[in-house]
């Protein structure tokens, strides 16, 4: 006599399977609330992203500039002081390809936007993009709702603990335990309290600063170069196409920093900004690398990086720039 | 969440019905392969077709000639395939250059090709089987469906083991059924293999990068330490992969080969290649060493070309590149020395081991290891140049007290003492119940996620996966 026809459900499991289940259950939903619990801590703080993100819901109407690029961008140009409406994107280890995406998903909810202000840092053309799985695409999906991933999103792609748990595990100790973070983010996500760098440790004295170590990438690269101006022309091409005004700036190094440049990698990244002035029609060009005369010691965070006093003279000049564009 | 669905599914569908769980493992691994890259699900079933009639019409034939024919069809579409996308621009690029001609001067130009993941682990697993059938060695299979799981079994798919035909095909058509105890096993294998992966390679990766990124501002210690990272990141990067993948073949009822059997006991290079990446090994020893040396086992000359050949092999079939062939040829020439005798007493040219107390062995094939692993890690043979004139110039390291990491090291002496206390056992937490009751081995579980969570190093990919 033929059995019972077996459904496909839970209840066709055996008892011993049963058992297992409920064992699994027992064990991994601790783990589950455990993680969640993590994600809701780390939603908390008050990171920039989350600000940049909040800024952009609200004031996509209004936006008129917008700046890309890494933390050179993201700690020299303070939208706050900028003469007209701007969102400053950059982050922390943001190429051009990250800059890109995030430029292509915001696009259509900013209808004002008029300018782009990009950065192409000394080494910017000589370091590999980051692969479609970089960690910060999880925040560009969760802050500003860019697909930088290039794929279908997932719901583990949300979770922003998991996209990078050993640098959000700091930023939680950081946060709740030490209470070391001394940032101040302003409304635009600019943290207007960042002075405490290696050149206000010492006390912003020149000969110290001139024997203080510090590293700098002057590894060459050509392959990437040639790959990554490719792309930054298609980047430019594409803001041409859209009729955007583009500044592309070369943010204030501190003189011991422009020394140890690599010559060679500065002449690449220079022919390329020469080529970039004839083609585009659009484009204007913001040269301040090598400005030692307005940019001192004050001025630095560190020997690559503006401080808040920095970025605002440094937002004064991408005024000027604005302004010569109208 | 793709992990549970199959598997509830998989064990919903009920032990008895054979098909309809490899029909769901089948799906789920087309799925899986496909998310990755649709486009060459086509590749991998085309691949599984042409191994599956040719060795039915292998079987199908009395006549050697044709047998043979049909087993060089096989051969040749699985290492054409592999040619096309993993060789063929390294070989024009190399052309090229050694007729010093440019681009558009020669009738062959690179092509813009993306290398499939997984295609030299399936490639091989296929073609050993037609290669199998005609030694006569295992009997064809008929089921079209079990032969496709046995190609595509999503746990082994991207990154092996690579499985022989007689160990894997027959569990397709086998029943599975549901051991709690075997489950548990897979689960904490899974666990094993995602701390080493996530706590340690991923940890040890971040110092590598950051050291072969500019390897010029690094002195000869710096440089040592880095490299001799590189080695434990790949270990654990991919012999955690392997127990990510036993594990998870154990919670479908699957058993799958053992890849690494801790390597860094080693006391020779030799028996460093029969701990390592084991299946691959035993692949180029079954398919390559042997066929070579036929039945001369007693010629020296036959014997160390046929080692040199299969492992020049072996490190060609880790990439297109120079700094592999070096790399396989390399380790080839040390197994070479090792076997060959420096005097009547049959004493190693390598290493005098007399002189040599037994406990120092490992430390001397992990400082070979270690030199040669240079070779995989650098993108270039100008890179490894600028490596090894680093360590061997002693230049003094101020960087390294910033890239040693005392709780990294830490974690990597546990993991270590770990699997020497536990060596006889497939991986340290294997049969834990018969040892500590379940509220221990609960905290030792949560003990290991906390780990796996709070010092996760920055995401990697699987290094193997590239291959």
Known sequence: MPGPKRTLSIFSFSKTQKRFLKYCLGFFIPVIIAYFILELLVLNIPINYKVFGTYLDTHSRKIKVMALGSSQMKCGFNPALSDENAINFASTSQHHNEDFQILKGTIDRLPKLKYVLLEVSYNHLELPHHPNDYWKNTIYLKYYNVNAFERPTWFKDRLVYLSNPRFYSHKLMDYYFYKTDHSQLNEYGFDINNYEGAFKKLNYDETKIASHKFKIIDREDTAIFKKNTAYLFEMLDYLQAKKLKVIVATLPLYKTYLKERNPNVVQRRDSVLSVIKKKYKNVILLKEETDTLQFTAKDFLNENHLNPDGAKKFTALVNQKLDSLN | ?467
């Open chain 2, 1 to 467: 969440m793709f992990l549970p669905i199959t598997l509830l599914l998989y064990w919903a569908v009920g032990f008895k019905r054979i098909k309809a769980q490899n029909a769901i493992l089948l799906l789920a691994s087309y799925f899986f392969y496909g998310l990755w890259d649709w486009r060459f699900l086509l590749l991998i079933v085309a691949s599984s077709l042409v191994d599956y009639f040719a060795a039915l019409a292998i079987k199908s034939t009395e006549s050697n000639g044709k047998q043979k024919l049909f087993l060089y069809s096989s051969v040749l579409w699985n290492l054409g395939v592999l040619f096309l996308f993993k060789y063929y621009n390294f070989f024009i690029d190399e052309f090229a250059v050694l007729f010093n001609m440019q681009q558009g001067e020669y009738a062959f130009s690179t092509l813009n090709l993306i290398l499939p993941v997984g295609l030299s682990f399936y490639t091989f697993q296929t073609m050993s089987y037609s290669i199998d059938v005609y030694k006569k060695r295992i009997e064809p299979t008929r089921n079209l469906l079990n032969f496709l799981c046995f190609v595509s079994f999503f746990p082994q798919l991207v990154a092996g083991p690579i499985e022989k035909a007689s160990d894997l095909l027959p569990q397709f058509s086998k029943k599975r059924s549901f051991k709690t105890e075997e489950v548990k096993e897979g689960l904490r294998q899974i666990l094993w293999g995602l701390f080493k992966k996530v706590v340690i390679a991923d940890n040890a990766a971040y110092i590598v990068n950051m050291v072969y990124a500019s390897p010029e501002d690094y002195g000869s210690l710096s440089l040592l330490y880095a490299s001799i990272l590189f080695f434990i990141q790949i270990y654990g990067d991919f012999s955690g992969y392997s127990d990510i993948a036993i594990g998870s073949a154990k919670l479908f009822g699957f058993k799958l080969s053992k890849n690494f059997n801790i390597p860094y006991l080693a006391k020779s290079v030799t028996e460093f290649w029969q701990r390592w990446h084991i299946t691959l090994t035993r692949w180029f020893t079954d398919y390559v060493y042997f066929p070579i040396i036929q039945k001369n086992l007693r010629s020296n000359i036959r014997r160390n070309i046929a080692i040199f050949l299969t492992m020049a092999l072996i490190g060609l079939w880790h990439g297109a590149d120079w700094t592999f062939i070096i790399f396989g040829g390399f380790q080839g020439f040390l197994i070479i020395l090792e076997r060959t005798p420096l005097s009547k007493e049959r004493k190693s040219s390598l290493y005098h081991k007399s002189a040599i107390p037994k406990i120092l062995l490992p430390f001397f094939s992990f400082l070979f290891i270690t030199i040669s692993s240079i070779l995989f890690r650098s993108q270039n043979i100008e890179e490894v140049g600028i490596i090894l004139k680093g360590i061997f110039s002693f230049i003094p390291s101020e960087h390294l007290a910033s890239i040693i990491n005392k709780r990294f090291i830490l974690f990597l002496f546990i993991m270590i003492a770990l699997e020497v206390i536990t060596r006889i056992k497939d991986f340290p937490l294997t049969q834990i119940d018969k040892y500590v009751n379940r509220p221990t081995r609960w905290i030792i579980y949560y003990i290991l996620i906390f780990l796996i969570f709070r010092y996760a190093g920055p995401k990697e990919d699987f290094i193997y996966f590239q291959f």
